[in-house]
T-cell receptor, first 115, second 113 residues
Framework: KAGVTQTPRYLIKTRGQQVTLSCSPI?????VSWYQQTPGQGLQFLFE???????NKGNFPGRFSGRQFSNSRSEMNVSTLELGDSALYLC??????????????FGPGTRLTVL | GESVGLHLPTLSVQEGDNSIINCAYS??????FIWYKQESGKGPQFIID?????DKRQGQRVTVLLNKTVKHLSLQIAATQPGDSAVYFC????????????FGKGTHLIIQP
């Protein structure tokens, strides 16, 4: 079956703009987690959605938000973009909530560049 | 092993040799650990996982060892191949899904011909 897909793959924005990234999980998976990957900070957890509800949230400012739809597809939004938001944004899906013995499958990521 | 900052630790091995990648984790409450492989331009790919009630688990050409006493995790890759070149991350989950996965900074494995 198809893996996790993310759109767009590449995005260039300017400071102050907002951006919306999309993630389609593996069919049947109900949990979607978002991560930010940068050379300096590595992979950092943003938030997790399960059954359209945000279950967990990492240590990111309120400019970072997300949502999940009834078909489990998820979007994340970053408002008032800053240069430091330039990163690879990864989405991961799993069958149940992120937790013990629950493998997460990652998408290829969206490369966001803020100018 | 793991490090902070811009520079990933690098491990260079000869093709055919065994590789050992190390990881120190921080949360003694973590009960589930995963190794991921990330190739250039791709998302992390699951390699192998281990629960805290085990100290060793084997897969195809890979073995993960867990030492809870010193909070240390290692990934052993047997007979390293060129396709094993990638950045390897360990990740821990403290259980209950709180805060998602916590990733180490990664180790860049380079295979010498």
């Amino acid at each position: 079956k198809a893996g996790v897909t993310q759109t767009p793959r590449y995005l260039i924005k300017t400071r102050g703009q907002q951006v919306t990234l999309s993630c389609s999980p593996i069919s049947g998976h109900r949990s979607v987690s978002w991560y930010q990957q940068t050379p300096g900070q590595g992979l950092q957890f943003l938030f997790e959605y399960f059954s359209e509800t945000q279950r967990n949230k990492g240590n990111f400012p309120g400019r970072f938000s997300g949502r999940q739809f009834s078909n489990s597809r998820s979007e994340m939004n970053v408002s008032t973009l800053e240069l430091g938001d330039s990163a690879l944004y990864l989405c991961a899906s799993s069958f149940v909530r992120s937790g013990s013995s629950n493998e997460q499958f990652f998408g290829p990521g969206t490369r966001l560049t803020v100018l | 092993g793991e490090s902070v900052g811009l520079h990933l630790p690098t491990l260079s091995v000869q093709e055919g040799d065994n590789s050992i990648i190390n990881c120190a984790y921080s949360n003694s409450a973590s009960d589930y650990f995963i190794w991921y492989k990330q190739e250039s331009g791709k998302g992390p790919q699951f390699i192998i996982d281990i629960r805290s009630n085990m100290d060793k688990r084997q897969g195809q050409r890979v073995t993960v060892l867990l030492n809870k006493t010193v909070k240390h995790l290692s990934l052993q890759i047997a007979a390293t191949q060129p396709g094993d070149s990638a950045v390897y991350f360990c990740a821990e989950n403290s259980g209950g899904g709180a805060d998602g996965l916590t990733f180490g900074k990664g180790t860049h494995l380079i295979i010498q011909p």
